[in-house]
């Protein structure tokens, strides 16, 4: 199986071994791979979180960032709302951008405080993010279905949800689902909105990028603030536009659906600048 194949060639080039003959390891890599060691880690099941450290830092965080950018850029009462609100968390915490001046000293306590940014972001992932849910059958069962459909689900079976076309993507749990709105996730006074409905039944997972249950990625926080502070910084220090106002947002790579954050078929030429 070339899925199969692929795997292993990653966790090769990857290895503990290979890795540790490379100079200028990164310190993180590093005391992250001493500190398995340490803890008994099989050597083999490092290879394998190599790999795993590579994809999540690479595999996703990128292509998020160039997707909610874009559509920032794409949408400008967004990128004003989006803007307006990173200047308010720096002049409240006494900070400026001028040319000499010292960086921002940006804190979690910071990013506590975007809820317009983090509505921005829900949005942006609920558009372009579409993983596969996969789940192995432990017993025999049935499942209920909530149209009154009841499946016969064998032992050994495995069962996989693709959240994207299901929850995401449905015009019912969000209205001209096909549309960026930046605001879809806050509530009027201007908090996280966390009530969608279905039916007339409120739904319990709305957005489901990260996946769901016990086996919900347990990164998601750190990239979530990863891409915040990314755009955060961006919006901070430079002005933004595409080269062509009228631009059409691309197409994702529907040949990447379940592996996370799609990519687009296209890239998008833009212009930036410094604000000061």
Known sequence: MEAERLKRLFWNTLSVEKVNTKENIS????????????RGMHESMQDRHMFLLLWASQGNTGPASFW???????HPEAMKAVKNEVDEVLRETGQEVKRGGPLINLTRDMLLKTPVLDSAVDESLR???APVLTRA????MSLKMDNGCEYKIRKGDRVSLFP??????DPEVHPDPHTFKYNRFLTPDGGKKTEFYKGGKKVKYYNMPWGAG???CPGRFFAVNELKQFVFLMLTYFDFELKNPDEEIPDIDVRRWGFGTMQPTR???FRYRLRF
Do not use: C
């Open 27 to 38: 310190g993180w890599v590093s005391e992250s791979q001493q500190m398995r060691a340490e």
């Open 164 to 169: 994207y076309t299901a929850v995401q993507m």
């Open 267 to 269: 890239d998008i030429p």
């Open 137 to 140: 059958v432990l017993e025999d």
């Open 127 to 129: 558009l372009t993010a």
């Open 214 to 216: 016990v086996s919900m």
């Open 68 to 74: 909610l950018l874009l559509f920032l850029m794409k």
